[in-house]
Nanobody
Framework: QVRLEESGGGLVQTGGSLRLSCVASGTTLAMAWFRQFPGKERELVATISWTGTTARYVDFAKDRFTISRNNDKRTLSLQMNNLKPEDTGVYYC?????????????????WGQGTQVTVSS
């Protein structure tokens, strides 16, 4: 397993932007961002293939969020624009066991500790 460390969370007003970053300790395959609200299961935000050429988003993230990666730097990013209060939660970086975008938590073998995103109204 690789170690993953997220950064970039914080407090932002409605309509604002944040860029989350995740650094991996080693080579990763497909990766993703998940988020979790108190008392809820983690939910997928976006997933990206090993090469970075294929990305998939859940409906709430389309047109507002962009996932990207830099394999040379072993980083994964999530650019979040037009943030809403309902985006408030803990965001996690995850690395999968396969090369293609993966949609289930069960597909992911490594997780970061999470970074808090808070959007004020």
């Amino acid at each position: 397993q690789v170690r993953l460390e997220e950064s970039g969370g914080g407090l932002v007003q409605t309509g604002g932007s944040l860029r989350l970053s995740c650094v991996a300790s080693g080579t990763t395959l497909a990766m993703a961002w998940f988020r979790q609200f108190p008392g809820k299961e983690r939910e997928l935000v976006a997933t990206i293939s090993w090469t970075g050429t294929t990305a998939r988003y859940v409906d709430f993230a389309k047109d507002r969020f962009t996932i990207s990666r830099n394999n040379d730097k072993r980083t994964l990013s999530l650019q979040m624009n037009n943030l809403k209060p309902e985006d408030t939660g803990v965001y996690y970086c995850a690395a999968a066991g396969g090369v293609n975008p993966a949609f289930s938590q069960r597909d992911y073998t490594s997780w970061g500790q999470g970074t808090q995103v808070t959007v004020s109204s």
